[in-house]
């Protein structure tokens, strides 16, 4: 149904518009073409049919000659072969009638037959053995017109001049005597006016009377194609081009209609589309005409398409070779564009890192800038708050050794107060650098139990904040690296400090040489 629209849309637009835009014109033939099977089957139930009345007509010879006539039409521009079949049968059916118009129409359609085949001598042999005297009307129309023909053709497949010349006058001659027994007027009369006006180069004339034959609209779907085919090639001599495209393709859309295999409609509009560079739809037009002179089996249409055909693929080939180096350059400045790139985001993704890297190391000295101020200023408070105690102590000893020089207690001179005892001093220092240290590095126990194996962790006791390994690290994480500094803050010998520090790298879960570092990457608050 949507084809059926489609088509009815098509065929009121086409008719309707005197200029189409050639876009169109071309997407309205390929719109036939795509329909080109359901035309075919059309004529293939008609000349069923056709069949099935032969094969109930019995012997009538009257009736099989009435059928075979119809056939060999239904055949003479769609299978040459089966057109010749035909016209034979007709052949011998006129003769067993007896009848001479029978028997001189059934030989101008054998010598059609030859003619359309490219076979100009046996057409000649047979036409020129006919003689016409004493047969009706219609049928020395039918002779006249058909020789005329065979000679128009002859002279259009003739290279030399004057063959071709005489060809044209022997046919002008024969085709007036056509013209006279053809009703005025009538579109049989334009048309073969037409074609005698278009063979003696009377341009304009041979246009106004195929237009004339179409404005009478009584006429076939082919006989359409032959007008506007014929028009078409008359502007194309005289140089409107445009015109006869139009007229090329209303031609190849009626051929596709009438399923007319025998065409050159669409050979012309390729070698037409081929001059104006348009080589995809020359190409796909030319392959078209080939398909349909192969499916005809006329040996010269195929050779005039073999001739063009290699002409038009050649240039299609170019197209696509310059299309493929064009291709080519594209994708190697895509190739040096996309290098250039790998190279710009290689360095920008460089440029990014070390970006990355040097933030990351102002941060690190931010950090440790930040970690160390922090210490200075714990232990800034810490030393003022000692050397205040330390003061005072000095103060009250001062004291104390005056009052025994003065009561010249030289003996008690020997006992220094109990408060100021030196181990009690010292682990009262040791305390509270615990304190201090730990509140700066609040997770250093448990960071520092996590580098040891799990059965060497530390285990404090109850109420102790370090212990000296403990100790001993974390004055290695406050900066001070030292042993003999180390071993006098903790009152040890270096010998003892140096063992200490190598029992608890043992204990460790990691490479010795590593432990240090991971120490030192222990965060502060």
């Not at 000349?47 to 009345?53: A, F, G, S, T, V």
Request: charged share 30%.
């Amino acid at each position: 149904m949507k084809k059926s629209i489609l088509a009815i849309f098509f065929v009121l637009f086409f008719f309707s518009s005197g200029a189409l835009a050639e876009t169109l014109s071309l997407d309205s033939l390929d719109f036939y073409i795509s329909r080109q099977s359901e035309y075919d089957e059309i004529k293939e139930d008609r000349i069923r049919k056709i069949k099935d009345e032969i094969s109930l007509s019995g012997k009538n010879n009257l009736q099989l000659y009435d059928l075979y006539n119809r056939l060999f039409d239904e055949y003479r521009s769609y299978i040459y072969d089966s057109a010749y079949f035909y016209v034979e049968k007709l052949t011998r059916i006129s003769l067993e009638l007896n009848d001479r118009d029978k028997i001189v129409t059934s030989q101008v359609k054998l010598g059609f037959s030859y003619f359309s085949s490219g076979l100009f001598k046996e057409a000649f042999d047979v036409l020129s053995l006919v003689s016409v005297d004493s047969c009706n009307t219609e049928t020395r129309i039918e002779y006249y017109t058909c020789k005329s023909r065979l000679y128009y053709d002859m002279a259009d497949y003739n290279r030399s001049s004057g063959f071709r010349k005489n060809y044209i006058q022997t046919g002008n001659l024969i085709i007036d005597s056509a013209i006279v027994l053809i009703p005025y007027g009538s579109a049989r009369y334009w048309a073969t006016l037409g074609l005698k006006n278009m063979k003696t180069d009377n341009h304009d004339a041979a246009v106004a009377s195929f237009r004339k034959m179409i404005d009478t609209k009584n006429y076939s779907e082919h006989d359409l194609a032959i007008a506007t085919s014929s028009i078409a090639y008359v502007l194309g001599l005289q140089g409107k081009i445009k015109e006869a495209k139009e007229f090329w393709i209303k031609a190849a859309v009626s051929d596709v209609k009438s399923s007319v295999k025998e065409t050159v409609a669409l050979r012309n509009l390729a070698q037409l589309l081929y001059e104006e560079r348009e080589i995809v739809p020359a190409v796909k037009y030319i392959r078209k005409a080939l398909e349909d002179a192969s499916f005809y089996n006329a040996r010269h249409r195929q050779l005039e398409i073999g001739s063009i055909l290699p002409i038009i693929e050649g240039e299609r080939m170019n197209i696509i070779e310059n299309q493929r180096d064009r291709i080519m350059v594209f994708s190697v400045f895509i190739s040096v564009l996309f290098f250039a790139l790998i190279v710009a985001l290689v360095v920008i993704w460089s440029s990014f890192k070390r970006l990355n890297i040097a933030r990351q190391t102002i941060q690190d000295a931010n950090d440790k800038l930040t970690e160390a101020n922090k210490i200075k200023d714990e232990y800034i408070a810490y030393f003022f708050s000692q050397s205040s105690e330390f003061i005072e102590k000095m103060e009250m000893l001062q004291k104390w050794v005056n009052r025994k020089v003065a009561a010249k207690q030289f003996d008690g001179l020997k006992n220094i107060p109990q408060n100021l005892s030196i181990a009690k001093e010292r682990e009262a220092l040791f305390e509270r650098f615990d304190q201090i240290f730990l509140k700066l590095f609040p997770d250093f126990v448990h960071e520092f139990n996590k580098l040891m194996k799990p059965e060497e962790q530390i285990h404090l006791k109850k109420g102790e904040l370090m212990n000296t390994d403990l100790r001993i690290y974390a004055l290695i994480r406050l900066g001070i690296n030292d042993n003999e500094k180390i071993a006098s803050f903790l009152d040890y010998s270096v010998n003892t400090i140096y063992a200490y520090k190598t029992k608890i790298k043992s204990k460790a879960n990691c490479p010795t040489d590593e432990f240090k570092r991971k120490v030192l990457e222990i965060k502060s608050i």
